[in-house]
């Protein structure tokens, strides 16, 4: 059995995003292919040794200060040192600057791997120092994976590494998702309606939902809208000065009410606009659920789970007409949303399954294994 060390910036149950699943989700099927896997990442909550979340390890370091989004933990150093020892493969997930600097402090001779999750976007500054390291430490990896063509193709700092880089699409385990309760499906229908779109996510600056408020404004195309973040303020300023009575901001929800509205929709919206959104996990549960897409084109994954007039439709990033102009377009063709939600769960089983991100992943693992047992 292989052991694999996970290490990223944070971790459940402190964030619930989109890497903290593909690492959750690799970390409980990897036990089929004989893959024995540790998480890593730091917490405000402080240092926290060998915790159970389903069949994984996980250690918690604390953190003892942020720059530019990244955290940083002295107590880390060490905890990173002991558990590297101890694994067969270190599994990283870029983007974390932090997470560099400890490959070289510590000296790792280990077999590596990198799930590229996303290049960075908003820090420029930072990015144009930490440039170098960054470079550096993709250099000296032993594999970089990316989660679709579209982004490996459209990513400057990939194109640099092309010869090290492998596609595997990330994927939902649907054996993970709870059975929709009848209670919560009919307590969220009198809630908010039984036809409506769809928003998951947490409420980030590249979510697009200031574009999203925009395009629904004067018009009654009713949105739910799950999740917390840090625009999430300012989303509810917007919403009360525009008027919205058809956006409802239900926050952070259970797995077995996100479940119930996933059920419930009638469509799933993810305006997303800028390359920080690197895939759109939420994009691949709607396919999972079968339900129709509306996405924008920001040359990344989003753009290789939704295929426009197949799965969906895929607008102009940022634009609040064509946006406006996609959602009254499905609203008004049924049978054509319909349609699109069974071609969605089509894709979805072709190549989004759990089941084939791991297989990959795990080739992958025993592949530099051997290379570097040689």
């Not at 490996?152 to 939902?172: M, T």
């Not at 009713?222 to 973040?229: A, D, E, M, R």
């Not at 709607?286 to 295929?307: D, F, P, V």
């Not at 959602?327 to 769960?345: F, H, I």
């Amino acid at each position: 059995m292989l052991k694999v060390l996970h290490f990223y910036k944070t971790y459940y149950p402190d964030t619930f995003g989109g890497i903290e699943q593909v690492i959750y989700q690799l970390s409980e099927s990897g036990a089929e292919y004989d893959v024995e896997s540790t998480v890593l990442s730091l917490s405000k909550r402080g240092d926290i040794n060998n915790q159970k979340i389903g069949v994984q390890r996980v250690f918690y370091a604390k953190t003892n200060f942020e720059v530019a989004s990244t955290p940083f933990s002295l107590s880390c150093i060490k905890k990173f040192k002991e558990l590297a020892n101890q694994a067969d493969i270190i599994h990283y997930h870029y983007p974390f600057p932090f997470m560099d600097m400890l490959h070289f402090l510590c000296r790792i001779k280990k077999p590596t791997v990198v799930s590229y999750h996303s290049d960075i976007v908003k820090q420029k500054f930072i990015f144009r120092l930490y440039s170098p390291l960054m470079n550096h430490f993709l250099s000296s990896v032993d594999c970089i994976v990316a989660a679709s063509p579209n982004y490996a193709q459209s990513s400057r700092v990939l194109q640099k590494f092309e010869k090290k880089v492998k596609i595997v699409p990330y994927g939902l385990d649907e054996k993970s998702y709870p059975q929709t309760k009848i209670e919560r499906v009919n307590y969220w229908k009198e809630r908010v309606g039984d036809k409506f779109f769809l928003f998951i996510g947490t409420l980030r600056y590249y979510k697009g939902l200031d574009i999203l408020l925009d395009a629904v404004h004067a018009t009654s195309l009713p949105v739910v809208i799950i999740g917390n973040g840090g625009e999430e303020t300012a989303l509810k300023l917007k919403s009360e000065k525009l008027g919205l009575s058809n956006v409802h901001f239900v926050g952070a929800l259970s797995d077995e009410d996100k479940a119930a509205l996933l059920e419930l929709c009638y469509s799933v919206v993810f305006p997303s606009n800028l390359r920080s959104e690197a895939f759109g996990i939420t994009l691949l549960e709607g396919a999972m659920y079968r339900k129709s897409l509306i996405s924008c084109e920001i040359g990344t994954g989003t753009s290789y789970i939704n295929i426009n007039n197949i799965t969906g439709l895929v607008v102009e990033p940022g634009n609040v007409t064509s946006l406006r102009d996609a959602m009254l377009y499905l609203w008004n063709n049924p049978r054509l949303a319909l349609l699109y939600g069974e071609n969605a769960r089509a894709r979805f089983e072709a190549k989004f399954m759990a089941d084939k991100m791991v297989e990959e992943y795990s080739n992958i693992y025993r592949c530099i294994f051997r290379k570097n047992s040689l």
